[in-house]
């Protein structure tokens, strides 16, 4: 199988890169320079053209890693978000309408679309309600793709991704965490502590993302990606400073940022009907990040 991965040098790409080349022809694309690695397409920073890959080379998939991934960004600077997040997916279908129209499009969504849930754990037919730039603009992906489908039979599925973590990750509440334990005697930190998230090892996305595409009907379908489970922030502050030997204060002051919903736990009754079982826990996931970041 061909599989083209946009963005494979960021985060969730560069992990979901690595863990597709072990069974497939992967193809690697990113604004960054290759450095010899083959095959490999790059990407023009400022309006890229997609079209290129699609004319050269016929995939069976294509797995849109790109796009910005910050709340607090999108916030200050939403046309930026909008023309990643937004734009740019659809450039992207419109070169496989064109091109490759037998590709598989997956696209990365989030968990941001929505918003503040009515309920728990959140299942994909919950009502959408997001409350940030960058949730707004996952959920206009997420439209783009149905209009896709619907319109051109473009196969097409949004991965509603919550909280991913793991090696390579310089930025989000582990990294901020391991900074401030590391130069601080006592740290703040936004919010009460009982917010809760549902985390999920990146190795563990990148598992569910393969189930996905070998399951998943590719008709404009949404499909959660975590691990069904939730801690709370004081918890996982806590496992943090235990792994790193920190004895300082802990302060959470009470302020909510915008777009930052409250609790968060998904349903994942799809990925799991598919054969999805967590490979890592997140005391051994804390401990592995841990040891990383402490040798950068």
Not at 107 to 114: D, E, F, G, R, T
Not at 131 to 160: M, V
Not at 235 to 254: D, L, P, Q, R, W
Request: aromatic share 12%.
């Amino acid at each position: 199988m061909n599989i083209l991965i946009i963005g494979s040098k960021g985060f969730i790409g560069s992990h979901t890169f690595n863990y597709f080349s072990k069974k497939h022809q992967v193809f690697g694309c990113d604004i960054i320079e290759g450095k010899g690695e083959e095959p490999y397409f790059l990407l023009a920073a400022n309006n890229p053209d997609f079209s290129e890959f699609f004319k050269q080379k016929q995939f069976d998939v294509c797995i849109n890693c790109s796009g910005a991934a910050s709340v607090p960004e999108s916030v200050i600077n939403p046309i930026s978000d909008f023309h990643l997040n937004v734009v740019n997916v659809f450039k992207i279908l419109d070169a496989i309408r064109e091109y490759n129209p037998e590709c598989k499009f997956l696209n990365l969504s989030s968990a941001s679309v929505y918003g503040k849930p009515e309920k728990l754990p959140i299942n994909e037919d919950q009502k959408l309600n997001p409350i940030s730039p960058y949730g707004y603009h996952k959920l206009l992906a997420e439209n783009i793709c149905k209009e896709f489908y619907q319109l051109y039979k473009i196969q097409t599925c949004s991965a509603r991704i919550f909280s991913a973590y793991g090696i390579g990750l310089k930025k989000q509440i582990f990294w901020d965490l391991f900074i401030k334990m590391k130069t601080q005697n006592a740290i703040e930190l936004f919010g009460t502590g009982e917010e809760t998230r549902d985390f999920i090892h990146v190795n563990d996305l990148a598992i569910q993302l393969g189930l996905i595409i070998q399951n998943a009907p590719f008709k404009a379908d949404k499909i959660n990606i975590a691990n069904g489970k939730q801690n709370s922030l004081k918890e996982i502050v806590t496992i943090f400073a235990k792994a790193m030997e920190f004895e300082g204060a802990i302060i959470f002051n009470g302020q909510n940022r915008i777009g930052d919903p409250k609790n968060w736990i998904a349903d994942i009754s799809i990925i799991q009907k598919m054969g999805y079982q967590k490979s890592i826990c997140i005391e051994e996931g804390i401990k592995e990040y841990i040891n990383w970041v402490t040798n950068q």
